[in-house]
């Protein structure tokens, strides 16, 4: 299995532009998550899917940001409008049922800049 | 659990020396404790974790113990190397129906040869 797969790996963009971040999970994991990374704030999940379905979007900042998973290999994170603030790494995790018995696989993530 | 508290924030030790990092979180129901490593610039990687029922697991050079009385659960590297330097991270997951793990705010290791 080559993992959790996301692209693009480095996205610069202008403000106000729309970014759509990409990942496919791995094979079988019931669980996507979104995660995002800044030094200030750690690891922040933004929201995550059971088998397709958004269970907890309790973390997305606010409306500018949308995720969604149409099928059980491929979910979108996107920003629109982006602003300098959204710059991060934004990872993308999968995993099994039951948490418990196997944690997290972490993709590559994405590195955005927005200028 | 939605609170987890780890500590040193940053650790720099000689190498052969060991390292302990140590969380503590709140939700008694937590059971389930990962802890995942970061290199620079590369994802979280699952190093080792353990289970309420277990006190403590060892894999080679690493360690994790568990006090649930206490609310915290350390990990220890023993002869550390170089390649040891990196952001470590704590996480808990209390199981029910929010089905995510809350992670600390990471631990920079640095290994000085």
């Known amino acids: 299995d080559a993992g959790v797969i996301q692209s693009p790996r480095h996205e610069v963009t202008e403000m106000g532009q729309e970014v759509t971040l990409r990942c496919k999970p791995i094979?079988?994991?019931?669980?996507l998550f979104w995660y995002r990374q800044t030094m200030m704030r750690g690891l922040e999940l933004l929201i995550y899917?059971?088998?397709?379905?958004?269970?907890?979007d309790s973390g997305m900042p606010e409306d500018r940001f949308s995720a969604k998973m149409p099928n059980a290999s491929f979910s979108t994170l996107k920003i629109q409008p982006s602003e300098p603030r959204d710059s991060a790494v934004y990872f993308c995790?999968?995993?099994?049922?039951?948490?418990?018995?196997?944690?997290?696989?972490f993709g590559s993530g994405t590195r955005l800049t927005v200028v | 659990g939605e609170n987890v508290e780890q500590h040193p924030s940053t650790l720099s030790v000689q190498e052969g020396d060991s390292a302990v990092i140590k969380c503590t979180y709140s939700d008694s129901a937590s059971n389930y404790f990962p802890w995942y490593k970061q290199e620079l610039g590369k994802r979280p990687q699952l190093i080792i974790d353990i289970r309420s029922n277990v006190g403590e697991k060892k894999d080679q050079r690493i360690a994790v113990t568990l006090n649930k009385t206490a609310k915290h659960f350390s990990l220890h590297i023993t002869e550390t190397q170089p390649e040891d330097s990196a952001v470590y991270f704590c996480?808990?997951?209390?199981?029910?129906?929010?089905?995510?793990?809350?992670f600390g705010k990471g631990t920079l290791l640095t290994v000085n040869p």
């Open positions: 996480a808990e997951y209390s199981g029910g129906s929010n089905y995510k793990l809350t």
């Open positions: 899917f059971n088998n397709n379905v958004p269970i907890d």
């Open positions: 995790a999968s995993s099994p049922a039951p948490l418990g018995n196997y944690g997290y696989t």
């Open positions: 094979s079988g994991h019931d669980y």
